[in-house]
């Protein structure tokens, strides 16, 4: 069993960074995969970014390539989500989430997500 539990999110203005955090405890979180989602108000969840086990491998969704950057310090069990230039449309709750696979995860493990709003 992994845990997670998310942090940082809260209302900032467009144009503004933020970072999120996610504080993993159980196994030992270096062989497992990590990600980001999100969902909006009314819409689906979606993918945001994930990294794989070591952190040498990342990959991320079109909409937030180039803006937003995930990376994850295993020595602390925590990974990370910067969050540059951000958009009204980046409002959603953001959930962390962890698979031991890289190649094809199914995220078995979640977290209870953390709030993000950006004002326009």
């Known amino acids: 069993q992994v845990q997670l539990v998310e942090s940082g999110g809260r209302l900032v203005q467009a144009g503004g960074s933020l970072r999120l955090s996610c504080a993993a405890s159980?196994?030992?979180?270096?062989?497992?995969?990590a990600a980001w989602f999100r969902q909006a108000p009314g819409k689906d969840r979606e993918f945001v970014a994930a990294?794989?086990?070591?952190?040498?491998?990342?990959r991320y969704a079109e909409a937030v390539r180039g803006r937003f950057t995930i990376s994850r310090a295993n020595a602390k069990n925590t990974v990370y989500l910067y969050l540059n230039s951000l958009k009204p449309d980046d409002t959603a709750v953001y959930y962390c989430?962890?698979?031991?696979?890289?190649?094809?995860?199914?995220?078995?493990?979640w977290g209870q997500g953390t709030q993000v709003t950006v004002s326009s």
């Open positions: 989430a962890a698979d031991r696979n890289w190649d094809a995860p199914q995220y078995d493990y």
């Open positions: 159980g196994r030992t979180f270096s062989y497992y995969t």
């Open positions: 990294v794989s086990g070591s952190g040498d491998y990342s």
